[in-house]
């Protein structure tokens, strides 16, 4: 009898392992260091559209570790529309819009200063990594935590946080208030550089990287594609000013950026022993050079393919280097991107889709113009301070000495931006008080508000209008700007691609609630589900039908600012 139950134990036995195994995610939280590190991978301006488009042509390993392996959602929008960098890195983090973390634009009118600043410059920090007294940037007007924030809060500090980008903002913001450290490059040299908001000295290893001047390998060097064909060259040349180009703009637009980046990202997990301690430990890493190249050439341009062809090979790369290094089975992975892109107006104009590239700077004049005239200026007044295309940063000064009010003056901005062809506008004062149409147009629109900025005026552009006579833009509420790719890897993912509707805002909200910490304190997205390995799936965690539930619809007295044709003709 014995000797006939053994082989049934010795079958039961090896059943419960196979089946711990699995049930790994179940106990895992940031506080067992379970996993060892999470990476999240954002990608400036890379659409969402294009994981099919290029899928037959990725090795194994890359973006195939994520699509094949991981968990893939092909319907992932922003539900806003200011889709600009700053904001992008800042909702992914926090699980909000800007109107719950504060973060609008990449820069804005400052009434105080009176001048144009920055979504992180900060002038009580210095930059750390390069000679000088440079002003140096923080997380100070985010407005909400990220889930890097969370983690350090839930683990007492022990959890190690760092953000890793070519751009200050797409650094700083991701990683948030509580980081280790932000790195960014200084644009003419490539050096990376951190804020005293962080440390008042570079790391040794950071030093080290530094002075053995890594960037220089990346100089003089011909971009080829598959075919061997030289789309680039990062030969030291002149601007049109005569002085030298820097780093960033040479190289920032080519692969090779991407591979700086993450050759001191590597640098970085060796030397700040990333996936080691026993508790989680979180990386972003934020690849600029796409953003770079795609405001260049386009969406659909061969340059681009090539940059996604190429960015392929470098995360399997990274990828392997972290299966040895820390073990896949460790790992949770994201990727994502903070915006997508328009296609250059020319390439759509040949399919007959309208389109306009627009001079920003000449409809910034006549708006102005415009403006002189209604209100009688005896000299020209620039009422408008700044034009980024297509929002309006106002002079409340110049409209204060007339004793115009900020809505009327937000008003008759908005009604000289109809003017020169956008299709409608939102005020400050309107999304302040939530006077919104309750439309699709109109919540993503109250998702863009921030208090910061001063007076502004948001302009609904046409579809296909970019602000530039050169290349193309984003920063409207089209699907061709919101659509981002969003996947998971790791152990509690079911591996498969999922058609639920998604948001950028539930990356934070899923991985904080299988780390088991709080979500970061604005946070609207939710968990999502449908992704989760099936042993942890709850009867009631069915994904919803739809969106996540809209705001109520405004007091009736409120009147919201004029819209046309975009939000179907309705007030």
Same mark, same amino acid.
């Given at each position: 009898?014995?000797?006939?139950?053994r082989?049934?134990f010795?079958?039961?036995?090896?059943?419960?392992?196979?089946c711990?195994?699995?049930?790994?995610?179940?106990?895992?939280?940031?506080?067992?260091?379970? +996993?060892?590190?999470?990476?999240i991978?954002?990608?400036?301006?890379?659409?969402?559209?294009?994981?099919?488009?290029?899928?037959?042509?990725?090795?194994?390993?890359?973006?195939?570790?994520?699509?094949?392996?991981?968990?893939?959602?092909?319907?992932?929008?922003?539900? /806003?529309?200011?889709?600009?960098?700053?904001?992008?890195?800042?909702?992914?983090?926090?699980g909000?819009?800007?109107?719950?973390?504060g973060?609008?634009?990449?820069?804005?009118?400052?009434?105080?200063?009176?001048?144009?600043?920055?979504?992180?410059?900060?002038?009580?920090?210095?930059?750390?990594?390069?000679p000088?007294?440079?002003?140096?940037?923080?997380?100070?007007?985010?407005?909400?935590?990220t889930?890097?924030?969370?983690?350090?809060? &839930?683990?007492?500090?022990?959890?190690?946080?760092?953000?890793?980008?070519l751009?200050?903002?797409?650094?700083?913001?991701?990683?948030?208030?509580? &980081?280790?450290a932000?790195?960014?490059?200084?644009?003419?040299s490539?050096a990376?550089?951190?804020?005293?908001? /962080?440390?008042?000295?570079?790391?040794?290893?950071?030093?080290d990287?530094?002075?053995?001047?890594?960037?220089?390998?990346?100089?003089?060097?011909?971009?080829?594609?598959?075919?061997?064909?030289?789309?680039?060259?990062?030969?030291?040349?002149?601007?049109?000013?005569?002085?030298?180009?820097?780093?960033?703009?040479?190289?920032?637009?080519?692969?090779?950026?991407?591979?700086?980046?993450?050759? *001191? &990202?590597?640098?970085m997990?060796? /030397?700040?022993?990333?996936?080691?301690?026993?508790?989680?430990?979180?990386l972003?890493?934020?690849?600029?050079?796409?953003?770079?190249?795609?405001?260049?050439?386009?969406?659909?341009?061969?340059?681009?393919?090539?940059?996604?062809?190429?960015?392929?090979?470098?995360?399997?790369?990274?990828?392997?280097?972290?299966?040895?290094?820390?073990?896949?089975?460790?790992?949770?992975?994201?990727?994502?991107?903070?915006?997508?892109?328009?296609?250059?107006?020319?390439?759509?104009?040949?399919?007959h889709?309208?389109?306009?590239?627009?001079?920003?700077?000449?409809l910034?004049?006549?708006?102005?113009?415009?403006?002189?005239?209604?209100?009688?200026?005896?000299?020209?007044?620039d *009422?408008?301070?700044?034009?980024?295309?297509?929002?309006?940063?106002?002079?409340?000064?110049? *409209?204060?000495?007339?004793?115009?009010?900020?809505?009327?003056?937000?008003?008759?901005?908005?009604?000289?931006l109809?003017?020169?062809?956008?299709?409608?506008?939102?005020?400050?004062?309107?999304?302040?008080?939530?006077?919104?149409?309750?439309?699709?147009?109109?919540?993503?629109?109250?998702h863009?508000?921030?208090?910061?900025?001063?007076?502004?005026?948001?302009?609904?552009? &046409?579809?296909?209008?970019?602000?530039?006579?050169?290349?193309?833009?984003?920063?409207? +509420?089209?699907?061709y700007?919101t659509?981002?790719?969003?996947?998971?890897?790791?152990?509690?993912?079911?591996?498969?691609?999922?058609?639920?509707?998604?948001?950028p805002?539930?990356?934070?909200?899923?991985?904080?609630?299988?780390?088991?910490?709080?979500?970061?304190?604005?946070?609207?997205?939710?968990?999502?589900?449908?992704?989760?390995?099936?042993?942890?799936?709850?009867?009631?965690?069915? %994904?919803?039908?739809?969106?996540?539930?809209? %705001?109520?619809?405004?007091?009736?007295?409120?009147?919201?600012?004029?819209?046309?044709?975009?939000?179907?003709?309705?007030?």
């Amino acid at each position: 009898m014995k000797g006939s139950l053994r082989p049934l134990f010795a079958s039961l036995l090896a059943y419960i392992l196979f089946c711990s195994s699995f049930a790994h995610p179940a106990n895992a939280s940031a506080y067992n260091g379970h +996993p060892k590190l999470i990476v999240i991978i954002v990608i400036d301006q890379f659409r969402g559209d294009y994981l099919e488009r290029y899928r037959d042509q990725f090795v194994e390993g890359g973006f195939r570790l994520l699509l094949d392996r991981g968990a893939y959602f092909t319907d992932c929008n922003y539900d /806003y529309a200011n889709t600009r960098t700053a904001p992008g890195h800042a909702t992914l983090l926090t699980g909000a819009y800007s109107s719950g973390h504060g973060i609008a634009a990449n820069e804005w009118w400052d009434p105080q200063k009176k001048r144009m600043v920055t979504s992180v410059e900060d002038d009580s920090t210095r930059l750390v990594g390069v000679p000088g007294d440079a002003k140096g940037a923080s997380p100070h007007n985010l407005m909400a935590s990220t889930l890097g924030d969370e983690l350090k809060l &839930a683990t007492q500090g022990r959890s190690h946080v760092f953000g890793i980008a070519l751009k200050d903002r797409a650094a700083i913001l991701p990683a948030g208030y509580a &980081a280790d450290a932000a790195y960014w490059i200084d644009h003419q040299s490539g050096a990376w550089v951190t804020s005293t908001y /962080y440390r008042n000295d570079l790391p040794k290893w950071a030093a080290d990287f530094n002075s053995s001047n890594r960037s220089s390998k990346y100089w003089d060097r011909d971009w080829r594609d598959s075919n061997g064909n030289t789309l680039r060259t990062t030969a030291h040349r002149k601007t049109k000013d005569g002085t030298d180009a820097g780093f960033y703009e040479v190289v920032g637009s080519t692969p090779f950026a991407n591979e700086y980046e993450f050759e *001191f &990202a590597k640098e970085m997990i060796n /030397y700040e022993e990333l996936g080691t301690g026993a508790s989680t430990d979180l990386l972003t890493i934020s690849l600029s050079a796409n953003d770079i190249l795609g405001h260049q050439v386009g969406p659909d341009s061969p340059e681009n393919q090539a940059m996604a062809l190429a960015l392929d090979h470098e995360l399997a790369e990274f990828f392997n280097f972290l299966g040895h290094k820390i073990g896949l089975a460790n790992l949770w992975i994201a990727l994502s991107a903070d915006h997508g892109i328009a296609p250059v107006p020319t390439v759509a104009e040949k399919l007959h889709i309208p389109a306009a590239a627009l001079d920003a700077a000449s409809l910034g004049a006549q708006i102005n113009k415009t403006l002189a005239a209604k209100f009688s200026a005896r000299k020209p007044v620039d *009422f408008v301070k700044s034009f980024d295309y297509p929002v309006a940063w106002l002079n409340d000064e110049a *409209f204060s000495s007339l004793k115009v009010k900020e809505e009327d003056a937000e008003r008759a901005v908005g009604e000289a931006l109809k003017q020169i062809g956008l299709r409608g506008y939102y005020t400050r004062s309107q999304l302040a008080q939530g006077a919104v149409a309750d439309t699709e147009l109109g919540h993503k629109y109250l998702h863009s508000y921030s208090p910061e900025g001063g007076w502004y005026v948001m302009g609904v552009p &046409a579809p296909f209008a970019v602000g530039g006579k050169k290349g193309t833009d984003h920063a409207t +509420p089209y699907s061709y700007d919101t659509h981002v790719p969003l996947a998971f890897y790791g152990v509690p993912f079911q591996p498969g691609t999922f058609y639920t509707h998604a948001e950028p805002v539930d990356l934070a909200v899923t991985f904080a609630s299988l780390l088991g910490i709080n979500a970061p304190t604005h946070a609207t997205g939710r968990v999502l589900t449908e992704a989760l390995a099936p042993p942890h799936r709850a009867d009631n965690s069915a %994904p919803p039908a739809g969106k996540s539930p809209r %705001p109520l619809r405004p007091p009736v007295e409120l009147k919201p600012a004029a819209l046309v044709a975009s939000d179907g003709g309705q007030p």
